[in-house]
């Protein structure tokens, strides 16, 4: 069976953005695998599962979770993790109620809406970009966070 490790400081660290004024913000990273679990009545439930080693096509969630440490509400925040090269990114797990989530294919240096990405086709011109082609995922919140106020981000994917 071939397993691999994670780390989370695999994960390069989350970046953080503000608009016009600097604001503290406290976070932390999580790697959980995702697992279902069918109970003795036929429910079946979803549950993370601290994780040190995954096995290829495990489902796998990224989290950074964080909270407003300033002394006032934090307002235009701009956070972004970048997918590790090692997992597909699974569509729809970066969407966030109150964020607007852009994405990236070029290592984080732009980022756009998903149905505008787009990569250089074979034979010329461009494709529609696809979930292996995405290499950052970016959350513009605009707030306000109010202060102490607990939040996170999280995508999920694959483990190729």
Known sequence: MF???LSILALSAATFAFGAQAHALEATQK???EITVTQEDGSVTTQR?????????EKIVYTVSF????????????LAMPVPPTV???????DREGAIVRYSTDG???FAARDELTRPAV????????A????????????PVPVGAKDEILFKGRLR
């Open 108 to 110: 984080g240096s732009s």
């Open 3 to 5: 397993i691999r490790r």
């Open 67 to 78: 909270v407003n440490n300033d002394a006032t509400p934090a307002s235009n925040l701009i």
């Open 88 to 94: 597909r990114f699974l569509e729809g797990s970066a």
């Open 123 to 130: 034979g010329g011109g461009t494709r529609p970009a696809s």
């Open 132 to 143: 292996d082609d995405i290499t950052h995922i970016q959350w513009q919140i605009a707030g």
């Open 31 to 33: 790697v959980e695998k």
């Open 49 to 57: 599962l601290a994780v040190d080693a995954v096995t290829p096509g």
